[in-house]
Structures are given as C-alpha cells and as structure tokens.
C-alpha cells in the first residue's frame, strides 16, 4: 500500500553540554522503541539556571515514524 | 462522570491524489485503534517532488479522542 | 472618492467533498447578499469524524467586500 | 543518569464549572497512568453552548512526563 | 441542504469577577439575536486595572453561528 | 449593568497617501454607524503597486464598538 | 507635553486558587512601587503539578505603566 | 563535500479547479529551471472570485532546491 | 495558458523621512527589472538609532511579480 | 572584553500626528536615560479614537541597548 | 506569603563560538544583579556577518527571577 | 544615495557536526556570490535521522545583502 501514515511526537531532551546534545538524547531515546524515524524538528530552545549558572541545555523536539511500518 | 477528558495526537497522511485523500488515510488509520474520534485539524500541508513531477501530497493532522469513553 | 473601505468577515463552508467545495459554498452563500467581494483567505481547513471515517470537510474562509460601493 | 528525557502529550479537559476545574481534569486523569508530571502548559480554551448557553468549559494542555524514570 | 455555512464574530465580554464570567456574558448576550451557537474560542484575556488594583476581567471571544439556519 | 459587551470588526482602509490616512479612512467611515468606537488595531499593512509605482497604501484595522450602548 | 511614553514589563504571578488570582497577584505587587498602570494582558497559563495534583495557576502578564514623562 | 546548501523560494501558483493543481503549477514551472527539488511547504492558500463565483484557486508555496547541485 | 505563476521575494527599503517612504524605494528599485508588480505585502517595520535619534526607517516588504509565463 | 550583552525594553510611545512620530517618541524618551541604542523594533501599531476620530497614533516598539557599555 | 510573583526580562548574548555560550553570557551577567534566576527561554537566534565570514552568534533569551526573594 | 534596499534570501544549510556550522555553511556559500552580507537570521533548526541515530543538522536561515552595492 502506497500511502503510508506517520505518527509525531513530542519530546524534550535535557544535556549539560550543548542543544544539539540535548536533541540526540530525545532522538536517541526514543529510537529504541520507535523505527523508521525521519525527521526532528526543534520547537523550542531553553536553559535550567542553578546559583547563577547555567545548568542543563534543553531541546523540545518533534519526531515522525511510520505507523505499521 | 460529566467532565470527560480527550487526548491529541498528531498524524501525517499521504496520498498521490490529494489533500483530502491524505488527510482522511491518516484518520481513518486512526480510527482502527481509536474510538469517538470527532475532529481532524489540519496543521501543515505539503508535497513531495521526484523529477520535477509533485509525487505526493501530505496532511498533518491533529486528531482528537475520548480518553476511557 | 477614490479612498474606498472594505469589510472582512469570517465564514465557515462545508462539504462532504473537498475543501475547495467548502469553501466555495462560503463564499458563493455570501455573495448573495454581498457584492463586489474579490480575495477568499483560508484560515483554517479541518474535519468532522463519524463512525471512524471522515463525514464533512470544512473550510474557513476571510472574505472580504466593499462597503458602500 | 543526568541527561532525562521528557514526553509531552496534548489533553483537552472539560468542566461544567471553569477553566481551573477543566485543566485540572486534565492533569489528574493523566497522573493515574503517567507519573512524574511538572508542568501543564494552557494552548487553548473555549466554549462550548447549548440553547444560549455555556454548557461546559474546555481546556486544551501540554502536559509532560519523565520517559522511564 | 446538507452542506452548511457558518459565520464568526469576534465579541469582546467583561466582568469583575472572573473570565468565565466575562466570556459566559459574550455569548450570551449574543445569544439574544444569533441562533444555534455552538462553539465559543477564547483569543485573548487581558484586565483593566484602576487605582492599583484589577477592576475587570475580559475575554475576547469567537463566537460560531448558522447563517440561515 | 456595568458588564458591557464589544464587537470587533475587521475593515480595510485605502490611501495613496499613508498608512494613517488609510487607517483614519477605515475608522472614520465605520463611525458613521456605530458609537463608542474606542481603539483600532492594525493587523496587516501592503500596498497595491501599478506601473512599477506604489498606488495605494491599505491598512487592515481591527475596531471595536459597544453593543446596546 | 501631550505625547506620553509606556513602558511594558512581563510578570509572571501565581495562585493556588485561580487564574485570576495568579494574574490579580503579579498586578498588585506591581502596582506597589509603579503608578498609573492601566491594562494587564495574559501572555500565557501554566499550572504545577505535585504528586499527581495541580499545586499552583500561574498567569504570565504584560503591565504597561506611564513613564514619568 | 558532504554538507550541501539548498536555497528556498516562495511562489504562487494558480489553478481554477482546486489548489492541489495551483501547487503543482508552481511546483512544476519551477522545476523547469531548477533541479533537484524535494518539499513544496503550503504558506498560505486563497481563492479570487468574480461576479460572485470563485475564479481561480491560489497555492503560496515553499520550494528547496540545491545549490551547485 | 490561463494558469500564471508568480514569485515572492523579500526585500527591505530604507528611508530617513518615513516607513511609506522606505516601503516605497523597495518597491520602485525592485519595479526597475521585474515587471507586473501588484502587491507589496509588509512583514516587519523597525528602525535604526544613532547617538540617542533615529536615523533611518526600515520596511522589510514582500513583493510578487509574475514568471514570464 | 568582546562578548557584549544586550537588553530589549519594550516601550508605547503616542503621537497625534503619526506612527513614525509616535515611535520616535518612545525611542527618545529612552535615549534620555540609556545609551547605546541601535534598533528599534515595531511591536505593534494601532489608534485612540475619541468622538469618532483618531486621536493618537501609538507604536509598541521593542528598544535594545547595551549593558555596562 | 505562598504565592510568589516573577519578573521576566529580555537579554541579547554574544559569542564568537556558539549559541550556547552566547545564551550563557547573557544569563551569566544577568545572574551578577539578579538572585534566584530559574529559567532561560531562546526567543531568537541569530549571527553577525563581516567580510563573508560569521562574525558572532547571538541569542536572545527571556530570564525570569523571583520579585522580592 | 543615502536609502539603500536590501534583499533576503533563505538558505538551508547542514552539518554532521553543529547548528553553528549548518548555519555558517549556509552563509558562507552564499558570500561566495553575494557581497555585504550583514546579519543571518535562525527561522528552523531541525536533524535528519538515520538508523536512529542523528545523520546531519540542518539550519534554515534567512540572509540579507545590499542590492547595487
């Protein structure tokens, strides 16, 4: 069947490194379970701040798989 | 219990026909597992291009749900 | 007076076949007691859902008109 | 394991009562199977009416919880 | 004729007690010469504020009607 | 009853002087019918271009107006 | 001088009990130590969650205040 | 060198018998000069009407193609 | 062939006198190599400061112009 | 030191006349106790109307200038 | 007092490395003055350009501190 | 001539290290045939997946230069 549907969901990532770190943990996290992933994209960028610092980066992304694939 | 509670998901569906078509595969694969869906919202609407030709289009749907109905 | 005004008004068609049905039942229901409307803007497309399959298509539509014309 | 994974889900809960009393509908039908929630973020509310008037009161909510915590 | 039109106006209610309230008196003042509404979306909330102090809630409301129902 | 209600209406105003004056035309025309006008949003400026020349400048204005004042 | 200036600042209140009351509290702190404010708009609802409950409504603001022109 | 670079542009396609043929108007007068296009995104769709009757369905829509393909 | 095809492009305009005027030298340079210019739509008004005055008013301005079809 | 930080103010300045005047206001009314400016950003326009007139013009601008500069 | 009130203000960083330390400096300085920081949201990424070269990335970031803590 | 107009392009540009460096190629592409460009601006940052790990990050990015300069 030709016409394939896709599923998205949305995670958030958290890393003390950097953004791109914080949306391959999302991305990788949810690849266990999930196959056929396409494409993320970003929705929303923050920091959590601790005693003045900048403590964690996180990334909210959108991720597609393939229903019944 | 009056107060009933609905969840949302959001789907993508593609046909080589049209928007419409696309938008009703993702819901009525939806509706397989899912039971008193009532509204699809369309998000995003886009095509795929091979050789210069539109190959399919594409419908992101938000569909809503009765949680415990 | 070359300063003309126009009114935009929000219309709900729909259609149990296309989005492009929907919307034309909006603008051409308006046009009979309208006149001299010009541009239809879609500002949302979505569904109703029955019994799992897709049951009317309906469009919203900005139309605008000119007032006093 | 410092870098935790969120999901965020959409709910729509409704109340006869306020936007309060729906949200919080919301929330506490999810926290039966999802543990861990922090924050519930408002997308949309409306309305619904029946003879003239307001029969229930709906609110649209993120709500994100911590995957395999 | 099955396929039918809808139009939305935009209403703006106020109350000193409570955005339902504010939203509830929209409606149903429109409710006196509209018929068939169904659906109220909130888009936007807001407060006057005399003397340091909140003196009314406002809701600004669309508000979905049968034209020629 | 101090709980008033507003309507909010959509006009286009056209100038080939400037957006004020597009703007002002909108206002002033709508305040011929209505009463109470008390704010005017802009929502969209464009302008409509002929012969490599800008012809007209439009606003689109959102004015509100008390109902059964 | 006939041209006044505004200077707007964003809060964010909270409340356990409402809404309203999230956002009358972010107002009236403010209102301690800036006069003249006039108009509080909501730029976004958010709740806490504890323990599976709703622990608190929090309203983010937009004050305007006169500045001391 | 693995990194390419796309470019993306904005066009209007027209149609009088649905939008999915205005996209893939403009989708397809494109490719005649461009190679490599992947994702037509939709930004907008409206109607012209004349005489009361909707003329022609317009497509606004994002095209990416490679640089230096 | 009934079915044109139109592009948009983005430009911005500066002036020292107004945003009219700024929206209007972008149209006009534009107009010099493309022709059938209709609608300059505006996406963004801002302006530049030096020394405490401002110096330039800028509109950033969306023009379509039809492909030589 | 080269990593400069910068911090964005949002001001409403009026004018009788006209929304360049009006957001020339804000910005130099700002400018009297802030240094360093270099954009100013337009927020948001719209009108005071009075007896059925356009009474002021006001701009919400967003003005950003450096911090310890 | 339980119901604790939050201020939100708007900061630019630079970097000439990334957006991370660019987002780090604005939240760093900000934490000389401001005690119990929380919270940094990304509104706005952006980048500097000299001489065909990056010159710096920027952030602009909404850091939100307790009132009276 | 003191009123300059400039022109925006967007580019998307990739990386299977950074959004800083999908930016950066995307920019630095483009100053190989354009001159004066100044600023670059984020629109989307999204990762393209394969075999569930991320394969490239990609950054959309609006660039403007100066027409005849």
């Keep these: 069947m030709p ?24 991305v990788e996290t949810a690849s266990g379970t ?3 992933l396409r494409i993320g994209e970003i929705l929303k960028l923050d920091m959590t701040i601790e005693g003045g610092k900048v403590k964690s980066y996180r ?6 798989f393939r ?3």
Tied chains: 1, 2, 3, 4, 5, 6, 7, 8, 9, 10, 11, 12.
């Design 34 to 36: 999930l196959h056929d």
């Design 3 to 26: 016409d394939s549907v896709y599923k998205i969901i949305e995670l958030v990532g958290t890393s003390d490194k950097s953004w791109e770190d914080a949306a391959k943990n999302a």
């Design 59 to 64: 990334a909210r992304v959108n991720v597609s």
């Design 67 to 69: 229903l019944d694939a």
